[in-house]
């Protein structure tokens, strides 16, 4: 899902990884590696890379306080991680995004079943998380909280807050996604020295996907409730960030990767008109799905020729 093995895909996908995480990142990257180098070792077996797993797992018991966001932290990798190990070993065929989504969302369904036998469970970690973005929006506020702006920019942090303690279950599951793709880099490089991960120009996904975007937009309109429209609003922010992907892939592959200059001027403008430039990359992306427009750009080209 990245511009292939180069560091600017691994630069691209560790500051997806810590922008968008509640885990800590190191734990939602090291953790899935370290399963991989345990669970499906190279041949031949080379120890030093097995004695590497079993050191990086020995991260899940380092920490200070074992509260219950320790734990909670702590068993979202590991699951991820055996989730990840176990399409990699029952789907060898699949392509690293196929393999990802199945995991996380693998993962996702047994913490619902854990969460529905530990009653109040998500409740207390819902809340607990909430509280960690609180503190740290109203942290950063205190730390730069000057002049007649002083205010606003509280309640701007409180709200951005308030929105990341909505939005984290589709925030950590974009960002395990993005560290098991740098969990997936590292081990092939490890393991077979070749880079696994594919031009971002051909990034896509089975298109049957489009249904669950259509299904988290149902529970959001749908009458069901807030914890119905919290579940939706979270399925649609996961799959509309993968459509915009989507979106800018199919873009690269019609327009090709712009000079470093253009890619500046390219950021500016998607910082200064980002609302404008995310439907945008959007709508090409579920457009993509119906059309398969570099396919058809490929067969004019072809025909062209």
């Known amino acids: 899902m990245t511009t292939g093995g180069r560091w600017p895909a691994v630069v691209g996908l560790s500051l997806v990884v810590i922008m968008l995480s509640v885990v800590q990142p190191a734990l939602l990257v090291f953790v899935p590696l370290g399963l991989l180098l345990v669970a499906i070792p190279s041949r031949p077996l080379r120890l030093h890379l097995v004695g590497l797993?079993?050191?990086?797992?020995a991260l899940t018991l380092i920490g200070a306080h074992a509260d219950m966001l320790w734990y909670a932290q702590r068993g979202w990798v590991l699951v991820l991680g055996a989730?990840?190990?176990?399409?990699?070993?029952?789907?060898?065929?699949?392509?690293?995004i196929s393999r990802a989504l199945a995991a996380v969302t693998g993962s996702v369904g047994t913490a619902v079943v854990l969460f529905v036998v530990r009653r109040g469970g998500w409740q207390q970690l819902?809340?607990?998380?909430?509280?960690?973005?609180?503190r740290e929006a109203a942290t950063v506020a205190v730390q730069m909280n000057a002049g007649s702006l002083g205010k606003e920019f509280s309640g701007a942090m409180m709200q951005a807050a308030a929105l990341q303690a909505r939005l984290y279950p589709a925030l950590l599951a974009?960002?395990?996604?993005?560290?098991?793709?740098?969990?997936w880099w590292a081990y092939r490089r490890l393991v077979a020295r070749e880079s696994p991960l594919g031009l971002l120009r051909d990034f896509r996904f089975s298109d049957e996907?489009?249904?669950?975007?259509?299904?988290?937009?149902?529970?959001?309109?749908?009458?069901l409730g807030d914890v119905a429209a919290r579940a939706g609003v979270n399925v649609l922010a996961f799959?509309?960030?993968?459509?915009?992907l989507r979106g800018l892939a199919v873009l690269l592959a019609l327009v090709g990767m712009p000079s470093i200059v253009g890619t500046i001027v390219a950021v500016v403008v998607a910082l200064l008109l980002y609302p404008v430039v995310m439907t945008g990359a959007v709508v090409l992306g579920i457009t993509d799905t119906w059309l398969d427009l570099r396919t058809r750009m490929r067969s004019g080209t072809e025909q062209g020729e």
């Open 53 to 57: 797993g079993m050191l990086l797992l």
């Open 83 to 96: 989730w990840f190990v176990g399409m990699v070993v029952t789907w060898p065929r699949a392509s690293f």
């Open 126 to 134: 819902d809340w607990t998380i909430g509280q960690s973005y609180r």
């Open 174 to 183: 974009l960002a395990s996604v993005a560290a098991l793709g740098l969990a």
């Open 209 to 223: 996907l489009v249904w669950v975007l259509i299904a988290g937009l149902a529970l959001v309109v749908a009458p």
């Open 239 to 244: 799959m509309v960030a993968l459509y915009a």
